[in-house]
């Protein structure tokens, strides 16, 4: 056999042997052992550390009670995963939506899809919108509040760069809020009077006002910021895992899963007062 005909028989068995490897993948894919998966066998994903109610309960991922790590759950059920392929990747928010390579295949930490996170992540569609919340203590005159010229009237804190604060300036037209690093620190404001109260997404509020702040009210309810589309699944930018994920969250979507939760585990006051203008 000359060098030309061994070198050309070589190159033959190279393709073959890349086209069965490149074959197998393909057919591997929306499977759990997708290649594309941080760990094939496994759904990796990240949240909080610690987590809190009513997005997940005791402080555990792992045991599914909550809103968020039920959702997750019933989604690795529609992809095919068994409970116990689910891995969870504790991380902060900030870490959650910086640019950059993500250790698992998608996140969920009640984070808002908005233009300028999805520059930098790729999100999966929106698969809960909250209504925003006012807390105050007793004695604030956002108990009596029923309009938006009322909560404009009112001393403001927000956290720096959430969508909280984001809805305070774009959707009340408050320029004047007192920003903090830190929601507990928004919360000893409100303590000690230097605020009125904060705003903060609905299921967050019912925790806050059971656990954290027990003296405190949610005392009105405010309508979603429509620049802010909601709560969605977080990837690393362009993952190509988004469309499957997708599918799948259609389904659970479809079949009231998220109605369900909701009803479990978000359930507000139906008398709190609704402002809307």
Known sequence: MSERTAFRSALIVLFSLSMTVFAQAFAEERTTMDPRLVTPGKLTVGTGDPVYPPWMLNNDPAGGEGFENGLVYELAAEMGFDADDVVWIPQTFDQAIAPGNKPYDFAIQQISVTEARKQIVTFS???????????????????????????????????????????????????????????????????????????????????????????ANIVALLPPDENDRGHGLLFEYNNPLVEWVDDALSVVIERGVVENLKAEYLIADPDLPFITQ
């Not at 203590?137 to 969508?163: F, N, V």
């Open 125 to 215: 569609q929106v698969y809960f919108q909250p209504e925003k919340a006012v807390i105050a203590l007793p004695g604030s005159p956002l108990e009596d509040a029923t309009s938006y010229d009322d909560l404009r009237a009112a001393r403001w804190g927000a956290t720096i760069g959430t969508t909280d604060n984001d809805y305070l300036v774009n959707v009340l037209g408050i320029t004047e809020a007192s920003i903090y690093n830190e929601q507990v620190d928004v919360f000893q404001a409100m303590g000690s009077r230097q605020i009125d109260g904060t705003l903060i997404s609905l299921p967050t509020a019912l925790f806050v006002t059971a656990v954290q702040v027990p003296d």
